[in-house]
């Protein structure tokens, strides 16, 4: 699947942003847009006018990293964007007769691992954040997102379709709109590392057309990664708790990984009593 859309709209959503004051440019009379025009990026990053308007069309795949460089400088992307503007230039240059392959199963090894973090809400997702496995702190935990009608036929719980699927999310989570940038964001970052995943899209497109909150945060292309971090929840059970979480990437063969979340309390307060007491 192309990733030319992707690549025009990520381009003009980030142009539109940066002022010409912002750019180093002098502004001289009225302006339709409050962004830079494309010949002012092109003047910038040193390329011609026809060459930037071909890229921002989606054209990304023959570009070079030192070009990409200098368009992500004069855009003033962010670390967390640069990473997305070259995951869509990577998968742009894939053969377009190569397919997706499918998620390899979770080892053993992995839930073991989890089983072990006893003091830790712990829990596995895959691309579309799809729960591939949990501990038993993690199930209890987040009780209200496995009881919820969204997971599809008794198949796996996802996290993206609770959250904007589901009205008791807004309850169970203390910051629903925070939560929901971070879950949009990684599908984003998602897809544009394999447009051609045609699961990913099917979850987007079912969003989209079901959620007017997601469909927003997916129309700005923002990318966010939030490796740690605090969460509240409004747990059923167990009342108020306010946990702090740490994301790191599971390694499950010599090419794939998966992503792994804890949540932990501080040690001695109320929320650790709070949260052990969810599984006795």
């Known amino acids: ?34 962004g830079l025009r494309r010949e002012e990026v092109a003047l910038l990053a040193g390329v011609s006018v026809d060459w930037y308007t071909r890229l921002e069309k989606g054209h990304i795949g023959g570009v070079s ?20 503007l070259f995951d869509l230039a990577r998968a742009a240059r894939r053969p377009r007769a190569a397919e ?7 080892p053993a090894t992995a839930q073991w691992l989890l089983d072990s973090m006893t003091l830790s809400s712990a829990m596995v997702t895959g691309r579309r954040q799809d729960v591939l496995a949990v501990n038993p ?6 009780a209200p997102l496995f009881a919820s009608a969204t997971t599809r036929d008794g198949g796996r719980a996802n996290l993206a379709r609770y959250h904007f699927l589901d009205a008791g999310a807004r309850e169970f989570y203390g910051d629903w709109a925070g939560t929901a940038d971070v879950l949009v964001a990684a599908l984003r970052a998602e ?6 995943d045609g699961a990913t899209r099917e979850l987007v497109g079912e969003l989209t057309a ?13 990318v966010l990664l939030h490796p740690r971090g605090a969460k509240t929840f409004r747990h059923p ?16 063969s010599a ?9 932990t309390a501080e040690p001695g307060s109320t929320d650790e009593a709070r949260l052990r007491a969810l599984v006795g």
Request: aromatic share 6%; proline share 5%; charged share 30%.
């Open 1 to 34: 699947m192309a990733n030319r859309s992707d690549v025009r709209d990520f381009l003009v959503s980030r142009r539109a942003r940066v002022s010409p004051g912002r750019a180093g440019l002098p502004v001289l009379g009225r302006r339709r847009v409050p």
């Open 65 to 84: 990293r030192e070009v990409l460089d200098a368009v992500a400088g004069v855009l003033r992307l962010d670390a967390e964007e640069r990473v997305y």
């Open 100 to 106: 997706v392959a499918a998620e390899a199963a979770l």
């Open 137 to 142: 702190l993690a199930r209890a935990l987040y």
């Open 191 to 196: 897809a544009g590392r394999d447009p051609r």
């Open 210 to 222: 079901a959620s007017t909150e997601f469909r927003a945060r997916w129309s700005a292309h923002d």
């Open 237 to 252: 059970e167990a009342g108020e708790l306010s946990l702090s979480y740490h994301s790191v990437d599971l390694p499950i």
């Open 255 to 263: 090419t794939e990984t998966r992503h792994v979340c804890a949540c």
